[in-house]
């Protein structure tokens, strides 16, 4: 039986306080996950904010997720964890990359011992031990200075100079100008080693410049993604679905509102942008018609324009209403990974993302989130992300951009500039 306790606050200063608190509090744990709106989706009792702690169960594979699908799915509690972007490879025909020592599991879920919902002003507590009350008195009486402290610097190696990563945009516009292809998303690792550092610490200064409605901090046994991501990959209310891809980057000039209402339009105005997210939009529902009732897949929002701290983007939203007796594995065969981290057809960008990136993308541009009681989920984009394998003092994260026809090789390069412009910022205090 688990025990349960709900307490209420009525200021966002005592929320800030709470969610640093409640951080601390997971961080105790050899595995948890802490996911943050950040008010930026919130809507009805949509949690602000969510936190699991502890391991009661746990589910994880390194090859095909198929198998740990099923058994994961008899689980009648929550569920939290993540999939790699090569979970599903198997059914591509493509082979699990060899991974380097320490890193993520390929596909990992556990069914936590605490979970804490932050719904309005009101914190739920639910856990098998020790009592709620307990640890919501042990939340309440820690310290949350140790936070602010400066971070040890860092200094990251590109895997590629501009010049090589110029070059493999040229080849990959070859290829789309044979017809190979019509948008592959290319990407590059920048990383540091031997390196520590503190992960939480990082994590929560991370939020203060990038607080952006997907973040998460994450932690399985000393492996650590400290997520700023803007990103839904897919989300689940009952019978409903929904995906959220985004396509279209511009900075941001927050000194000065006329200028950035400039650089607004012009990224609502580029063709190479638009033309970019219309392709993903095309491709996602693709994928939801293959598991949804027919003629229910419907775009909702085309090219919307959303703006974060460090840069505006165009999200579209694409919805239908899933076919009797879907289950989960059924909705991740057909839409993982997300076309917006891959391109389109989808197969074959797939095996030249296999060949013209340098090392294997493990938990970038997978996703991290949950699966309620209920079977609903809801399942971020892992990008604008921070890697920490703190056994192997590996400290990594991944920049790239969609590739069209219209894309310069130049301007590509900049563009993944200013998507790592909030991570490098940290260390430019």
């Known amino acids: ?114 979970v804490i919902e932050i719904i309005g002003n009101r914190l739920i507590i639910s856990t098998l031990e020790p009592s709620a009350e307990t640890i919501w008195n042990s939340i309440r009486q ?73 973040s998460c901090f994450y932690k399985n046994d000393g492996n650590y993604v400290l997520c700023a991501s803007p990103e839904r990959f897919l989300q689940k209310k009952g019978n409903q679905i929904r995906s959220q891809p985004i396509k279209g980057t511009i900075r941001r000039n927050t000194t000065n509102r006329e200028q950035d209402e400039i650089l607004q339009k012009t990224l609502l105005n580029d063709t190479k942008n638009q033309s970019e997210n219309i392709m993903v939009v095309d491709l996602v529902r693709n994928d939801l018609s293959r598991i949804c009732r027919e003629g229910t897949v419907r775009v909702t929002e085309l090219l919307g324009l959303h703006s974060f701290p460090q840069v505006h983007q165009l999200i579209s939203t694409v919805e239908g209403e899933l076919l009797p007796g879907t289950k989960l594995l059924d909705v991740l065969k057909a839409t993982f990974p997300m076309g917006s981290m891959t391109g389109a057809p989808k197969k074959k960008v797939m095996e030249l993302i296999e060949e013209y990136e340098v090392e294997p993308r493990g938990i970038y541009s997978g996703s991290i989130g949950y699966i309620t009681p209920q079977k609903d989920f809801d399942w971020n984009v892992v990008i604008r992300s921070l890697v920490y394998l703190s056994s192997q003092e590996y400290l990594s994260y991944h920049v790239g951009g969609g590739i069209t026809a219209n894309s310069d090789p130049k301007q590509e390069w900049d563009e993944c500039q200013v998507k790592a412009g909030a991570i490098q910022s940290l260390w430019k205090k």
Request: proline share 8%; hydrophobic share 35%.
């Open 1 to 114: 039986m688990k025990s349960r306790c709900t307490q209420e606050f009525t200021a966002d200063q005592d929320l800030s306080m709470l969610k640093q608190q409640i951080l601390l509090w997971c961080d105790q744990h050899s595995y948890c996950c802490f996911l943050d709106s950040h008010h930026y989706s919130n809507t009805g009792e949509e949690p602000r904010c969510l936190a699991a702690a502890g391991v009661n169960q746990i589910f994880l594979a390194e090859g095909d997720p198929g198998n740990l699908l099923e058994e994961a799915e008899k689980c009648n509690d929550w569920l939290f964890g993540h999939f790699s972007y090569h979970s599903f490879h198997s059914y591509y025909g493509l082979p699990q990359p060899i991974m380097p020592d320490g890193s993520f599991a390929g596909t990992l879920l556990f069914c936590p011992v605490t």
């Open 142 to 214: 820690i310290d949350v200075a140790p936070l602010h402290q400066p971070l040890p610097p860092v200094q990251f190696s590109a895997e590629l100079e501009p010049d090589m990563y110029i070059k493999k945009v040229e080849t990959l516009l070859d290829h789309i100008r044979r017809g190979d292809c019509y948008e592959i998303n290319f990407c590059q690792e920048y990383f540091a080693v031997p390196i520590t550092i503190p992960a939480l610490n990082t994590y929560v200064q991370l939020m203060e410049i990038s607080p952006n409605p997907f």
